[in-house]
């Protein structure tokens, strides 16, 4: 399996893109294939502060409840509203559609810790 | 016939097989010092001697003649059929079974019991029910604390104490701190929560207060839910289930969780219960709920069928990080509510808050005319009532040799409601009983 290029991989299968100061989180397309068909997800609130590989949500599955780890440190300045009525976009289209949070970094540079492509992809095999 | 399953060869078997000599050698472990010693066990009975020691002990309960106890509990005519049907094998079982492949009854019970909460309380969703009120209170404290994420919570004067006991020992966990709003308790007082008081309590992920109070009044409900919605705290409304007949529902003055206890529907007076606690809330907050939920669905034919619904959020599957680690169903007493409820009907229901309310009036008038009590508080009361009586513990002591239990003597856990006593009267308070204490604490003055 192979994963998109521009993203950052978290060891709990959370991903990051970076936008300058600002970056875009969800959950890997691996997660949600493992977690099975996804029916609801508890989003952050705007303005909640994370911390990395905090807790920050919660996606529930038909065969589980899981916590969802915040891959970097930040304030949330927005989230992907239409998961409160479509949370099967977790399972459709993961580093798209099926984005979670938005969030204003409080250190770009905990970003290097995370996994590239290639190291996810390992992780996973 | 043996209640042990294994011989004395088969338990040699088992040491020989994890490798020790004897079964004390399985405890070596625990240091002796704190072993238990004799457990003081008297030794066997032959059955008719059981009999007769259990004899003797039921020998020294005091059942009274007459009774005017509530504080929480209360006695009410329990219809024969509410009998029958929690008696009957398929529903009398020491664990629930769930499996929807085999269980649809018990299953479709429960989920007429929620759907009975939900029109009673006018509340949305119902859970499958709590050990009792004063657990169902403290859960609907923590639901609160999840929902808004705050960790303090307010709770009136008015509920229960042993609900506020409760309470604290389920915050004292997670270190939620709970603060307490004034009840005005003195003599000639309204007996009710302040709804300004709230405002002085600061963020609080939920104000408590009960329907009619532990002292019998009537709170301003609805004062009290928009004093809580402006601080940005939910509103747990805890109320006694039959007076729902009569008062305003709580989803309609806003509560946004509801905690009860459902003893008053069809379960005896019993010392230690059990009971069933009553839970139900907004749909918008259905995920933080403790317990379970049955809902309606449909089988691959089609056909209507009943499963667990957001069973994933309980402990078996969430462990430590399930809605509630404290928390089971009373799925035969939530039954026994259920056969009471559809026994009696919305029109019985209301014909028993009705007579319970006017017995409790015949009460206070007997008692205030014949210069015996008066009530402490003003206000409005429903069936129970704050009555002040000149050396109330003394002759409550004295009534109790006579067969009569005069209420609950409220000085006994609150010292500032000296000479007080909290009578209840409900349908089963016959016009004689009242003649009773009336003559009884006359006789006593």
């Known amino acids: 399996m192979s994963y998109p290029d521009d993203l950052r991989y978290s060891k709990e299968h959370e991903w990051v893109r970076l936008d300058g100061t600002r970056a875009t989180i969800g959950i890997t397309s691996f997660a949600a294939d493992e977690l099975g068909d996804i029916v ?35 304030e949330v300045i927005e989230v992907n509203e239409k998961l409160r009525d479509a949370p099967e976009l977790l399972n459709a289209d993961a580093f798209g559609d099926g984005w979670i949070a938005k969030v204003e970094l409080a250190d770009p540079t905990e970003v290097d810790g995370l996994m590239d492509a290639a190291a996810y992809a390992d992780e996973t095999a | 016939m043996t209640y042990s399953p294994h011989t004395e060869a088969d338990r040699a ?28 066990v008297p030794p066997p009975l032959a059955e008719q001697e059981v009999r007769a020691e259990l004899a003797r002990l039921a020998g020294r309960n005091r059942i009274p003649d007459v009774t005017f106890l509530g504080a929480g509990v209360y006695r009410h005519l329990i219809p024969a059929v ?141 004062s009290l839910a928009d004093a ?49 606690g009553l839970m139900a809330a907004r749909m918008a907050s259905v995920r933080q709920m403790p317990g379970r939920l049955v809902g309606a669905t449909r089988d691959v034919q089609g056909r209507k069928g009943y499963v667990l619904t957001l069973q994933a959020r309980e402990q078996h599957i969430r462990r430590e990080k399930a809605a509630s680690n404290i928390c089971t169903n009373q799925a035969l007493m939530a039954l026994a509510a259920t056969a009471y409820l559809t026994a009696v009907g919305p029109a019985g229901l209301r014909e028993v808050a009705e007579l319970s309310m006017t017995q409790a009036r015949h009460l206070t008038a007997a008692l205030e005319s014949a210069g015996l009590a008066k009530r402490r508080f003003g206000g409005t009361y429903l069936n129970e009532v704050a009555l002040r009586v000149p050396n109330a513990a ?33 349908e089963l308070t016959t016009d004689d009983d009242i003649e009773r204490l009336v003559s009884a604490l006359d006789e006593t003055r």
């Open chain 2, 13 to 40: 078997r088992m040491l020989e097989a994890v490798g020790v000599a004897s079964i004390e050698d399985l405890f070596a472990d625990i240091p002796v010092a704190v072993r238990a010693g004799s457990w003081g």
């Open chain 2, 394 to 426: 003394s002759r409550h002591a004295a009534l109790a040799e006579r067969g009569i239990v005069a209420g609950h003597l409220l000085e006994r856990d609150q010292p500032e409601l000296r000479d007080t006593l909290l009578l209840v009267a409900t």
């Open chain 2, 228 to 276: 809580a919605h402006a601080a940005g705290a939910q509103f747990v409304a805890v109320v006694e289930p039959t007076s729902l007949a009569l008062l305003e529902a709580p989803g309609e003055y806003g509560a946004d969780i509801v905690a009860s206890e459902g003893q008053p529907l069809g379960i005896p007076v019993n010392f230690g219960g059990p009971f069933v």
């Open chain 2, 82 to 222: 509410v009998g029958e049907v929690i008696g009957r094998s398929e529903f009398a079982t020491a664990y629930t079974p769930y499996q929807p492949e085999v269980s649809q009854g018990t299953l479709q019970s429960i989920y007429e019991f929620q759907s009975l909460i939900c029109e009673l309380t006018g509340m949305e969703v119902a859970t499958a029910s709590h050990y009792d009120g004063a657990t169902a209170t403290a859960e609907a404290a923590l639901m609160a604390c999840r929902l808004t994420r705050r960790s303090r919570v307010a709770v009136s004067a008015g509920v229960n104490p042993d609900y506020r006991r409760v309470l604290q020992t389920y915050c004292s966990g997670p270190g939620i701190e709970v603060d307490t709003i004034p009840v005005d308790l003195a003599d000639g007082g309204d007996g009710t929560t302040d709804p300004a008081a709230i405002e002085r309590v600061g963020e609080v992920a939920c104000v408590i207060a009960a329907q009619p109070n532990f002292y019998g009044q009537l709170e301003p409900m609805q």
């Open chain 1, 40 to 74: 609801f997800v508890e989003l952050p609130e705007v303005g909640a502060t994370l911390s990395q590989f905090g807790t920050f949500g919660v996606v529930e599955s038909v065969k589980a409840v899981s916590d969802l780890f915040a891959p970097i440190s930040g």
